[in-house]
Every structure is written in structure tokens, then in C-alpha cells.
């Protein structure tokens, strides 16, 4: 009888967690189906290696030793969604060449790991007819309906350390520090980070800020006798007047000022502001490097044993996810436009607010 064939492929900007998880997926099938009924073809570079049939046919052996290994084996590229169903001017045709390398490779069943652009290629290869498995990925942890994403809780341990670290520079310097952590549309790593590592200020860009309010959480701090302050910044926060613009008119004014970001505006703004001396670090794709932590081993595991367990019941068209602490599935259809963003009355931006955390609003 042929093999069954699983293809597996990672899409998007990396995190640590997609190795553990694409071993979780392979072992958990090898146990399920038994290491000579089951072929697993790895397909490099993401859905660009899907386009251009760049695959390669793995053994149980080239899951061995991946479990703490960051980044992923596979190679990953963005691919983006919006460019799917353009034929560009190598004229290919990116749909249907991902159908043929499909058919090509004879595969049951393709495993995509990657974060909301990914989800809505394998929706939008699901709706084509393909068997698509998604797996949740990003240190953004903005996939709607997970409660985490795996690469998520290594970011945090990361960004939680750097801001631990700049406290003790603070201190000695009395300084006011702005970090910029990632995260462009969502601010889930910021506020978690900036709580775990008692940043004095959390700004993200579900809760535009004005300046002059933090400027005064800065200034009451002074006041009270502390000579340093933390400005934990998303990558993606935005100032009152900012969130009102259109994103293509806020960013063409960034660029004007010569910023890409607000981080290095509101540290101008605030040494303006405030008199005292502020420096800017962006930690940027360290956030995104090493290790997976032991929590993020745990889910990948889970994560990609589960995606196995889908294959089995063929059951196709879905996403691994966690819900109230327990594995689950949620059709991509349902996941694939949408972002889980922190809603302004999240249970940590209350509990930030209710020790005296200023969001800037
Ligand atoms: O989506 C994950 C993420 O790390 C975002 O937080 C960040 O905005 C983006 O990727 C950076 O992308 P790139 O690696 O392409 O610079």
C-alpha cells in the first residue's frame, strides 16, 4: 500500500517553537501510523518552496535532536497573502503552481505552521480543495481564537529579560529608557513583557497614546522620589492623532519625520518634555532568536501531536489551537481574516492600571 505523505511547511517571520512543533507533528504521525506507512516531505522556504516544488523527502532521523533548536529546519520566507492571486511579472501563477507541487508530490496532506498571513493561504488552499492543517505561530500571539500561540512565551521570557537588564542601566544612570518591542499590530508581547519586567509605562497600539500623559507619569515618578523610569513601546504604537489616519497617511508621516516607528520620537518627545535624559533600545530580532523556553516545548508538542491526531480522523480545513487550557481545533475559515488584539479591558491592562502602570491613555 502507498505511503501516506504529509507535506509540512513554515511560512512567515520565524519564531523558537516551529522545530519542536514540526517534530511534535512528525513523530506524533510515525507513532500513529507507524514509521513505514508514512512519508513526511519537508517543503523549504514556505509557501515559496510550495510554488516552486522545492521539497525533500525526510526521515524519522531529521526530527531527532530539533526539539530546543530555534528557528526552523525547513527554511521560511514571507509570502504574502495579498500577492497570492497576483500574477506578478514572472507570471506565475502561485495558486495553481501550489496545487501542482501538491498533486506532484503526491501529497495527502499539507501541515502549514505560520502566524495570521499563513492562516489565510491555507484557508485560502483549503477552499481549493487541498487537505490543510494549520498550526498557531507568532511572538505576536495575535492568531484569533487561541489563547497562545507557540514562539509566544519564549518572546516574552526574552523581552522580560532585556527590560530587566535595562532597569539596572536606569537605575545607575537615572534615566528614562524607551524599549521598542515587536509587535506591529498587536501588543500582546509588549504587555506582557512590560508587566513581568515592571516597566513603569506600557504603550501599544490598541491604546493610542498622548504624550503629554506620559510625560506626567514620568514626571509624577520624579516626583515620588524615583530617579529612573521604563517605557515599554510596541513596535506598532501610535499617538492619539496617529490612530485616527488611515495606516498608509500615518506611515508616509513617519517617514517625513524620518521614523518608522514611534519609539524614537517619543524618546525626543519625552526628553523635551520632561528635562531628563532618555535613550531608545530596540532589541528587534533577538526577540525572535535561540531556544524555544520549557513552556513553548510543552505546546509545540502538544500542538503538532494533536495536528497528527487531525491527519488521522481526516480531519481537514482546521487549525490547532488552545482553548480555556486544552488542545483543540478551529476551522480556518473562521481564523483566517481575523486578529486577536488586546482589548482595552483586558484582565493585565486592568491589573496594569490598577498598580499604577500608565498606558498613556
Ligand atoms: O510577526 C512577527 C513579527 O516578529 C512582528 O512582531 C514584527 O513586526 C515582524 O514579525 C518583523 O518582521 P520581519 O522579520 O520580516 O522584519
Known amino acids: 500500500m502507498a505511503k501516506l505523505k504529509v507535506g509540512i511547511l513554515t511560512s512567515g517571520g520565524d519564531c523558537p517553537g516551529l522545530n519542536a512543533t514540526i517534530r511534535g507533528a512528525a513523530k506524533g504521525c510515525y507513532n500513529l501510523f507507524g514509521e513505514d506507512k508514512v512519508e513526511i516531505i519537508g517543503i523549504h522556504n514556505g509557501f515559496y518552496g510550495l510554488i516552486h516544488n522545492d521539497c525533500e523527502k525526510m526521515s524519522p532521523i531529521d526530527f531527532a535532536g530539533i526539539l530546543t533548536r530555534g528557528g526552523t529546519i525547513l527554511k521560511t520566507k514571507r509570502t504574502p497573502y495579498k500577492m497570492m492571486q497576483v500574477v506578478e511579472e514572472d507570471n506565475v501563477d502561485k495558486v495553481s503552481e501550489m496545487k501542482k507541487t501538491y498533486k506532484a508530490q503526491k501529497l495527502d496532506c499539507l501541515l502549514t505552521l505560520g502566524g495570521n498571513g499563513t492562516h489565510k493561504t491555507a484557508n485560502l488552499l483549503s477552499e481549493e480543495g487541498l487537505n490543510v492543517i494549520g498550526l498557531p505561530k507568532t511572538i505576536d500571539n495575535d492568531i484569533w481564537g487561541t489563547d497562545v500561540t ?4 519564549t518572546a516574552v521570557d526574552i523581552a522580560t529579560d532585556v527590560i530587566d537588564r535595562i532597569h539596572t542601566t536606569a537605575d545607575s544612570h537615572s534615566r528614562v ?3 521598542e518591542i515587536m509587535g506591529n499590530k498587536a501588543g ?10 515592571g516597566a513603569d509605562i506600557v504603550l501599544i497600539p490598541e491604546i ?3 504624550i503629554n500623559k506620559v510625560a506626567d507619569a514620568v514626571k509624577k515618578r520624579a516626583e515620588e522620589g524615583k530617579s529612573f523610569s521604563i517605557i515599554a513601546v510596541a513596535e506598532g504604537a501610535m499617538d ?5 489616519m488611515k495606516k498608509k497617511i500615518r506611515m508616509k508621516a513617519r517617514a517625513e519625520q524620518g521614523y518608522n516607528t514611534a519609539t524614537l520620537r517619543i524618546t525626543k518627545e519625552i526628553e523635551t518634555l520632561t528635562g531628563f535624559e532618555t535613550r531608545a533600545v530596540v532589541p528587534g530580532h533577538m526577540l525572535r532568536g535561540g531556544s524555544p523556553s520549557a513552556y513553548d516545548r510543552v505546546l509545540a508538542t502538544k500542538f503538532g501531536a494533536r495536528a497528527a491526531e487531525l491527519i488521522k480522523q481526516k480531519k481537514f480545513g482546521y487549525t490547532v489551537a488552545k482553548v480555556d487550557g486544552k488542545i483543540t481545533e478551529n476551522k480556518l475559515t473562521d481564523v483566517a481574516m481575523k486578529t486577536k488584539f488586546v482589548l482595552p479591558d483586558d484582565e493585565l491592562v486592568i491589573t496594569g492600571k490598577n498598580i499604577g502602570i500608565s498606558f498613556g491613555d
Do not use: R
Not at 240 to 244: I, M, T
Open 188 to 197: 500582546w508581547l509588549t504587555l506582557y513583557s512590560g508587566i513581568a519586567g
Open 240 to 244: 492619539k492623532e496617529e490612530a485616527e
Open 150 to 153: 507557540f514562539g509566544f512565551h
Open 177 to 179: 529608557m524607551v524599549i
Open 208 to 210: 493610542p497614546y498622548d
